[in-house]
């Protein structure tokens, strides 16, 4: 059925045939840059074009797969996607897929599902957290509001599903028990621990979910379609989970380290937001062992940071305290038990590239 307003789109679903942008791969890969800690990709003269070629063909599926005829659902959907990103979680599915047959189609279609599953979070989240940017652009919901952004998010899951369940049940499954655990992790983080929880611990189980759950798929699936050895499933599994949670930990850093980053967030949003981050948690244990500096710290930081004079100041006051030392200690902890799950991969380009992306993750500034 076609809208009688404009022969061009239908009312629901991809545009008709034809009308999908004409994206040429080639030109695309020409100007992909691959994240922190994947230098030994582009210098291996194998490795590198495979990759880059294959990111290219997942940058342009991406942009087919939410590509909608409805005109508003087209222009919400296309946000995110075109406001660019790290595309950190493809990349892994694409890298972990040569430990065994990369060239094999099914491979770059799993790495459009997990970025599409991660955008669509995203779009959740920013809702949720109430965020104004999101990779330097205005969040959807700052620009159509809560409900139409909410409804993108979910918009955009949908089209991932219909990806994954062509990839079959096996795929199906390990999704819909990673988006359990992205909307767990997400609940949990709403409601807080429970008065006998340690706090801690709560918060390292929320972004083990929110974070080291899709990142750990990632690299699964990368795997399970390019036929590899599957003992090296439970391997990528365990490295994806801690690397994810490594990875969240160094920005709860970041945040409070007075470095401007490039998502546009600026230093202490975290703070003057009351978002609890590993630094805030453990100067709360700080205080309740007694720890005078402490205390007086998070007097200013649980006061109000509404002005830029305040939160500057509670800022600096974190960033020299000892907790935030100890931060970067657990994230770095977490960092290397993901490097040392990998112990029993075949050594090669694979092996060090996701070696030194765990350390790229605990060693950058934004």
Same mark, same amino acid.
């Given at each position: 059925?076609?809208?009688?307003?404009?022969?061009?789109?239908?009312?629901?679903?991809?545009?008709?045939?034809?009308?999908?942008?004409?994206?040429?791969?080639?030109?695309?890969?020409?100007?992909?840059?691959?994240?922190?800690?994947?230098? +030994?990709?582009?210098?291996?003269? #194998? !490795? *590198?074009?495979?990759?880059?070629?294959?990111? /290219? @063909?997942?940058?342009?599926? =991406?942009?087919?797969?939410?590509?909608?005829?409805?005109?508003?659902?087209?222009?919400?959907?296309?946000?995110?996607?075109?406001?660019?990103?790290?595309?950190?979680?493809?990349?892994?599915?694409?890298?972990?897929?040569?430990?065994?047959?990369?060239?094999?189609?099914?491979?770059?279609?799993?790495?459009?599902?997990?970025?599409?599953?991660?955008?669509?979070?995203?779009?959740?989240?920013?809702?949720?957290?109430?965020?104004?940017?999101?990779?330097?652009?205005?969040?959807?919901?700052?620009?159509?509001?809560?409900?139409?952004?909410?409804?993108?998010?979910?918009?955009?899951?949908?089209? +991932?599903?219909?990806?994954?369940? #062509? !990839? *079959?049940?096996?795929?199906?499954?390990?999704? /819909? @028990?990673?988006?359990?655990? =992205?909307?767990?992790?997400?609940?949990?983080?709403?409601?807080?621990?429970?008065?006998?929880?340690?706090?801690?611990?709560?918060?390292?189980?929320?972004?083990?979910?929110?974070?080291?759950?899709?990142?750990?798929?990632?690299?699964?699936?990368?795997?399970?379609?390019?036929?590899?050895?599957?003992?090296?499933?439970?391997?990528?599994?365990?490295?994806?989970?801690?690397?994810?949670?490594?990875?969240?930990?160094?920005?709860?850093?970041?945040?409070?380290?007075?470095?401007?980053?490039?998502?546009?967030?600026?230093?202490?949003?975290?703070?003057?937001?009351?978002?609890?981050?590993?630094?805030?948690?453990?100067?709360?244990?700080?205080?309740?062992?007694?720890?005078?500096?402490?205390?007086?710290?998070?007097?200013?930081?649980?006061?109000?940071?509404?002005?830029?004079?305040?939160?500057?100041?509670?800022?600096?006051?974190?960033?020299?305290?000892?907790?935030?030392?100890?931060?970067?200690?657990?994230?770095?902890?977490?960092?290397?038990?993901?490097?040392?799950?990998?112990?029993?991969?075949?050594?090669?380009?694979?092996?060090?590239?996701?070696?030194?992306?765990?350390?790229?993750?605990?060693?950058?500034?934004?």
């Amino acid at each position: 059925m076609t809208n009688s307003a404009d022969q061009s789109w239908t009312h629901a679903g991809h545009g008709l045939p034809g009308t999908e942008p004409d994206l040429n791969t080639t030109a695309i890969a020409t100007g992909l840059q691959l994240p922190a800690g994947f230098a +030994a990709i582009a210098g291996d003269p #194998e !490795l *590198g074009p495979a990759i880059t070629t294959n990111l /290219a @063909r997942v940058e342009k599926k =991406l942009r087919e797969a939410i590509a909608n005829s409805d005109p508003l659902a087209d222009a919400t959907s296309r946000h995110l996607v075109e406001a660019g990103g790290k595309r950190i979680r493809p990349l892994l599915t694409l890298l972990c897929a040569h430990l065994g047959d990369a060239s094999l189609p099914a491979v770059v279609q799993a790495a459009v599902v997990v970025e599409l599953t991660h955008l669509a979070t995203l779009y959740h989240d920013d809702v949720m957290d109430s965020a104004p940017f999101r990779r330097g652009a205005p969040t959807a919901h700052e620009v159509w509001g809560n409900s139409v952004a909410v409804l993108t998010g979910d918009l955009i899951f949908a089209r +991932a599903s219909i990806l994954v369940s #062509e !990839l *079959g049940s096996r795929a199906l499954g390990i999704q /819909a @028990r990673t988006f359990e655990r =992205l909307c767990l992790g997400q609940l949990h983080e709403t409601v807080g621990p429970r008065p006998d929880e340690d706090p801690v611990a709560h918060y390292l189980s929320v972004i083990a979910d929110k974070t080291g759950s899709l990142v750990a798929a990632s690299g699964q699936l990368g795997a399970i379609f390019a036929n590899a050895d599957p003992a090296y499933e439970p391997l990528l599994v365990e490295y994806g989970e801690k690397v994810g949670v490594a990875f969240q930990l160094a920005d709860d850093v970041i945040d409070v380290t007075g470095v401007k980053v490039k998502s546009g967030k600026s230093p202490g949003t975290d703070l003057r937001e009351g978002v609890p981050t590993l630094p805030v948690l453990l100067l709360r244990k700080a205080v309740a062992d007694g720890d005078g500096s402490a205390t007086e710290l998070l007097q200013l930081i649980d006061g109000d940071l509404s002005s830029d004079e305040a939160l500057a100041a509670a800022v600096a006051g974190l960033r020299e305290h000892p907790v935030t030392a100890e931060s970067w200690t657990v994230a770095r902890s977490w960092a290397d038990e993901a490097i040392a799950a990998l112990a029993p991969l075949p050594e090669g380009v694979v092996k060090d590239s996701l070696t030194s992306f765990a350390h790229a993750v605990v060693d950058r500034s934004s």
